[in-house]
């Protein structure tokens, strides 16, 4: 059954039952208030009566006493309030019937129960669906008083109240069940919807969402349902996107493996096939054992950003002046060579990390600069102290990049001009590296680039005192600084 | 003389495959990417590209398209194994494709079997007094027709067009039988006996151990 009806036939009984016993109640007290009060009515009647009675019977001499009949008397009395009072009948000492208004008697036991004590007594009666209250007393001069009243009108109150109250109740317990059932059968209609929605994303319909407006806790759900469906496609695109860049690294990696090796393998079967001269052969070597290296140095890259992915960050503070004037030492051979001036220049401050990796880092973006640098031009290593950590940059005055390119050129394997890069010695995995020491480091990195005007790498590196909640919002903090940066440069490819 | 052209970026394998034509007595020429490809074939005619997808400039596909228009029969070079890459090209119109990492009498085999579908491989051979007209199927020794069964006739083409290359006898049985060679049978030795007797060249097709024989110019 649905809910809507279960409610629907468990309230509407209660709702019933209680008006019921509630309405009985209220009427009953009426009932019993009215019928005190027109038995008191009564009594007093009869109180007055009897005094009428008794005065004119004590004006009476005992002459005059023997001569008047009752009727008489009471008539006499009748006479000088100007009505009568109607129903009113005086009983002898042996029941006899002395006066009577009318022919109206009544069968009733108050004599029984009046002694010396009580003299007065009253009793509701039922004769032929008529309701009478009849009150007796014993004058003094020890004959009864009786007087009758009709109250029927009470008791036909009582029944009428009871006939529209009931109605009032049916009335009443079946527009609420109504409405109750009104005010579910919309609610139910939400979560139907809601339902309905969490059905079909079961079923693969990520997208869908509900669109409830109300604002009470069923609103709240479909909000907190379009919040997880929303949290969870982010989560699935990221993890699509994950397996996305797993798969185009594994492509990426098979197309770089099988090239050096299509020329190993097929010069070592030409050198086993032909008789060649030794210019021949030693050029087959010479291939062999080049594209060998590039293997090599393939398989190495490898290890290492494997390496870099599961490693834990040995983390270290470390002076920066002190770190770039050592990776500085390094680079100076290389440069050298290719008549490239390199200058070195940073701000006191400290960064936290692990000095390998992060020298890795480093050496990566400068031989990168080199690789694209013409002779005689000049690479710029800056560092700088900011508010909320420190920030490296790399600048370099070689080819730059195009914006498409720019956004592509951490991806593993990409290299802007593939014949140039195997020349240098590439293996097009450096900068996917330092991305992934970067990540390690919650650091961030950017670009800027026009072609022919060089590249700027600037790399930010949070405060090594910042932990959790605090740091968090520093990087949320950075974040923004570097989306407001980037608005003003023009291309930037923020990658975090 | 056979003109081919060879569009690979990588220095290296266009080096060997290279090497590898000239010596099977092919003329070759090389283009490192795919502008310079097409540049290279309106100016100039060849009798088959080899060529790669993944180029500078112009992709392989792209390419194929100046090569479908000048008439130039191509052999898709490819490192990317995958089914529907292959199917691509070949949809596109392109004859064969070759995996890279490839053996070189893969190669040569390939670049041959497209020569024939096009008819453009020499029809006349000549070795020593030995001449061989492919089209009629007919080889005369000093004037005289020499009867040559199906198998040795397609031997000694063999070993004609691989002149000083060392032929292993699981390379001779899958090209002249077909089919997977178990290394047990004697059927290739057999053959390269009768056809040595038969046309004299016991001095000129060598046996090297362990490998297979070779044809020594």
Known sequence: MKLSWKLFFITTPVFIIFLTLFGTWIIQENFQSSLKQEVERCMVENQMFQNSYELTKNALSEDQLEQA?????????????????????????????????????????????????????????????????IVMC?????????????????????????????????TVASLAGFSI?????????????????????????????????????????AED???????????????????????????????????PLTSIIGYADTMRQMELSPEERDMCADYIYRQGKRLQSLSYKLLEMTLAGKQDVDSKEISVPEFLQEIQKIVCVSLEEKQLTLYVSAQEGMIFGDRELLASVFINLIDNARKASEPGKSIWVTGMALPGGYSIVVEDEGHGLLPEELSRIAEPFYMVDKSRARKEGGAGLGLALCRKIIE?????????????????????????????????????IKRRELARKGRHAGKIGVIE | MIKILIVEDEEPIANLIRMNLVKAGYQCEIAPDGEEAANIIQERTFDLMLLDI?????????????????????????????????????????????????????????????????????????????????????????????????????????????????????????????????GRGRTVDLHVQRLKKKLGLEEHIAAIYKVGYRLIV
């Open chain 2, 54 to 182: 993944m180029l500078p400039k112009l992709n392989g596909y792209e390419v194929l398209e100046y090569a479908k228009a000048v008439d130039i029969p191509v052999i898709f070079l490819t490192a990317m194994g995958e089914t529907q890459q292959k199917v691509k090209g070949l949809k596109m119109g392109a004859e064969d494709y070759i995996a890279k990492p490839f053996d070189i009498a893969e190669l040569l085999a390939r670049v041959e079997t497209v020569l024939r579908r096009y008819q453009k491989t020499e029809r006349h051979l000549v070795f020593l007094d030995i001449e061989i007209d492919t089209d009629s199927r007919t080889v005369m020794q000093g004037g005289h027709p020499v009867d040559l069964t199906t198998k040795e006739y397609e031997l000694l083409l063999l070993f004609l067009r691989n002149k000083n290359r060392a032929l292993y006898r699981e390379t001779i049985y899958e090209s002249v039988w077909g089919g997977e060679y178990s």
């Open chain 1, 225 to 259: 349902f379009n919040w997880m469906a929303n949290a969870m496609n982010m989560q699935m695109q990221q993890l699509q996107n994950e397996v996305q860049r797993q798969e185009e690294f594994t492509a990426a990696f098979a197309h770089e493996l099988k090239t």
């Open chain 1, 181 to 221: 059932l009104f005010v579910l059968f919309f609610v139910m209609r939400n979560m139907k919807k809601l339902s309905r929605a969490t059905r079909q994303f079961a079923r693969g319909k990520y997208d869908v969402r509900v669109m409830i407006r109300a604002h009470d806790e069923i609103g709240t759900l």
């Open chain 1, 138 to 170: 014993k004058s003094t001069f020890g004959d009864y008083i009786e007087t009758t009243k009709n109250i029927t009108e009470i008791f036909d109150d009582r029944t009428d109240q009871y006939s529209r109250y009931q109605l009032g109740v049916l």
């Open chain 1, 69 to 133: 009949s009752v009727r008489k008397i009471v008539e006499s009395f009748y006479r000088r309030k100007g009505e009568a009072y109607g129903n009113a009948r005086v009983l002898g000492a042996g029941w006899e019937v002395l006066y009577q208004d009318n022919s109206l008697h009544i069968e009733h036991h108050i004599m029984d129960a009046l002694d010396s004590e009580h003299n007065v007594g009253y009793e509701i009666v039922q004769k032929e669906d008529q309701f009478y209250v």
């Open chain 1, 440 to 476: 390690l480091h919650q650091g961030s990195w950017q670009f800027e680039s026009e072609p022919g005007k060089g590249l700027r790498i600037t790399v930010l590196f949070g405060l090594p005192e910042v932990t959790g909640r605090k740091h968090k919002r520093m990087r949320r």
